[in-house]
């Protein structure tokens, strides 16, 4: 087997691993794996955004929200079908996501942090202001996607989606967008004077993962059949960061692993209370010390490593030269 | 406006609150021009390479590029008129390889379609500088004076109609600053309009035909290297009389 289709058994099996799954756990952890296909969606459109794109934003979980109060609403006010309301959903977030974007064209840094920051609780404050409208704190009734009362269902939704938004996320990566969006991050001025037009992009990065947070969002709200304004709370939002942080803030997949990790981890951890967030914190905290880009990609890199020591390598006889005898080259 | 000129600026102003860094010029190049920018520092050279590469707008004056006016239009536009510039300090996008530092301007221009000829084109690049061996090397790792030639190639990758070069020289070992020189040369020989804007007063007096001196925001002198350096004016600039 060669080491591309080793590559790809390498990706497939997680995948079929999780397709196995379900008849394997209690209705519990089924129901804690099938909300972390959620959270994966989340870290995996914020590490687009915020890893790749350089576009630090808290207001990642507005944008669920967005998604989800507007498929809530409609199927609770206008009986509009759940996967429908799902879509206006998804648009919803889009559209406020570009305007987003847009407003904040000229913000770098913790300014932008700071302006999308202030968006989120704005409109968290909204939401329990609203209540005529949202039901506020008490919380929005949304019917569920599906009849019955098993989570399998909505287990394999969840992961379709996941595995059809990382598929999107990964063709805009591996496009010249992809490209665009890195090289915004590392120097905008840079990336301008190389012809790239900025602006453009960062709406643009902004419209899609706003949207795939607004399709998170709508799943959710489907799933657990109650939305309140707690979706939008800081901690939910350091959630989804940390789990980008612990897989890896600038892999997709690291990303997913680091939502199951850490959203799993925090279920076995229920029963020591508040220490469970203490943990968690250590955890992040030993990850940004001694694996900045993430325990995934660290233990990607080392099966990499692994993979390619058990096939013969191609001699890159170019790459391989060290650096000392590199600078002969030029000098 | 100058006739045949590719960059043509008239009265240029830009003020940052009560300075004027630059003030009144007008400078003109003409296509395959190789033109040393010279001054001491604070004089406006780096918010002139601003003004002409689109990353400032001027407060006053225009600019034309091959006589389309330029002003208000951000720098993309610009580089996709073909201006292309380098940093004072190179500004790379440090965590992608050097590679992707080339294609990324080139993929503004031709899309996805053609990328092969792109990276063929990226290949040719990193051959002239001989940058070849360090392709998929991350920019950060190079050292200061391959940094510089790597933003060159970056600059190289727009196809442009001209370059503008800040400082290419500053802070490069001796060794590579040859290497620079003659790539620079051999630029100039192949056709492209250069701006080159350095303190390295020997290293570019020998590389251009024309130097123009700026100081406190004006051009004081424009001339023969020969003739420039022996102008009063341009000794007192740079002695402070």
Not at chain 1, 323 to 328: I, Q, V
Request: hydrophobic content about 50%.
């Amino acid at each position: 087997m060669g080491q591309g289709a080793r590559s790809r058994a390498w990706w497939l099996a997680p995948i079929l691993a999780a397709l196995v799954l379900p008849p394997l756990l209690d209705s519990y952890w089924l129901h804690v794996v099938s909300v972390s296909w959620y959270y994966a969606l989340l870290a995996a459109s914020w590490v687009l955004l915020a890893g790749y794109a350089g576009q630090f934003s808290f207001a990642h979980m507005a944008f669920a929200a967005i998604g989800g109060y507007t498929s809530g609403l409609l199927a609770a006010n206008l009986h509009v079908p759940p996967p429908l309301g799902i879509l206006c959903g998804i648009l919803a977030a889009a559209i406020v996501g570009a305007a987003v974007g847009w407003l904040c064209l000229r913000l770098r840094g913790p300014y932008l942090s700071l302006f999308t920051l202030a968006f989120a609780l704005i409109f968290q404050l909204f939401l329990i202001a609203e209540y005529q409208f949202t039901r506020g704190s008490l919380g929005l009734s949304v019917p569920a996607l599906f009849g019955g009362n098993s989570d399998i269902p909505y287990y394999y939704t969840g992961f379709g989606l996941l595995l059809a938004s990382l598929a999107i996320m990964h063709a805009v990566l591996r496009s010249r967008v992809g490209i665009f969006l890195r090289a915004t991050r590392e120097d905008e001025d840079a990336a301008e004077a190389s012809g790239i037009d900025t602006s453009r992009y960062k709406i643009l990065v902004f419209t899609l993962t706003s949207a795939i947070a607004g399709l998170a969002g709508g799943f959710y709200g489907h799933f657990v059949g109650i939305l309140t304004p707690n979706l939008v709370t800081i901690p939910e939002m350091g959630l989804v960061v940390a789990m980008a942080v612990v897989g890896g803030v600038e892999s997709l997949p690291g990303a997913v692993i680091g939502a199951v990790f850490v959203y799993v981890l925090s279920e076995l951890l229920r029963d020591t209370g508040q220490m469970r967030f203490v943990i968690l914190g250590l955890v992040i905290m030993l990850t940004q010390r001694f694996a900045q880009r993430g325990l995934v990609t660290l233990a990607l890199a080392g099966a990499g490593r692994l993979l390619r020591r058990s096939v013969p390598a191609v001699p890159e006889p170019e790459a391989a030269i060290p650096l000392a005898e590199r600078e002969k080259h030029v000098g | 406006m100058a006739s045949g000129a590719l960059v043509d600026a008239s009265g240029l102003v830009k003020r940052f609150g009560g300075i004027r860094a630059v003030d009144g010029l007008t400078l003109s190049v003409a296509p395959g021009e190789l033109i040393g920018l010279i001054g001491p520092n604070g004089s406006g050279k780096t918010t002139l390479i601003n003004l002409l590469s689109g990353a400032l707008s001027p407060d006053n004056g225009t600019i034309r590029l091959d006589g389309t006016r330029m002003n208000g239009k951000a720098a993309h536009v610009f580089a996709g008129q073909g201006v292309g510039r380098t940093f004072q300090i190179p500004r790379l996008f440090r965590r992608m390889t050097v590679l992707e530092n080339l294609l990324a301007p080139a993929l503004t221009r031709t899309g996805a379609r053609g990328r092969g000829a792109i990276e063929l084109r990226a290949a040719e690049v990193l051959a002239f500088l001989h940058l070849g061996a360090l392709a998929q090397n991350e920019a950060r790792a190079l050292s200061g004076g391959q940094q510089k030639l790597l933003e060159l190639g970056r600059a190289m990758m727009l196809e442009p109609r001209v370059l503008l070069l800040d400082e290419p020289f500053a802070g490069v070992h001796p060794k590579l600053l040859g290497e620079i020189v003659d790539r620079i040369k051999e630029l100039s020989r192949r056709g492209y309009t250069i701006i080159l804007v350095d303190h390295n007063l020997d290293a570019v007096g020998g590389l251009v035909g024309r130097l123009v001196v700026m100081a406190r925001g004006r051009g004081i002198a424009d001339g023969t290297p020969e003739d420039v350096l022996r102008s009063i004016d341009v000794i007192d600039a740079y002695t402070g009389a």
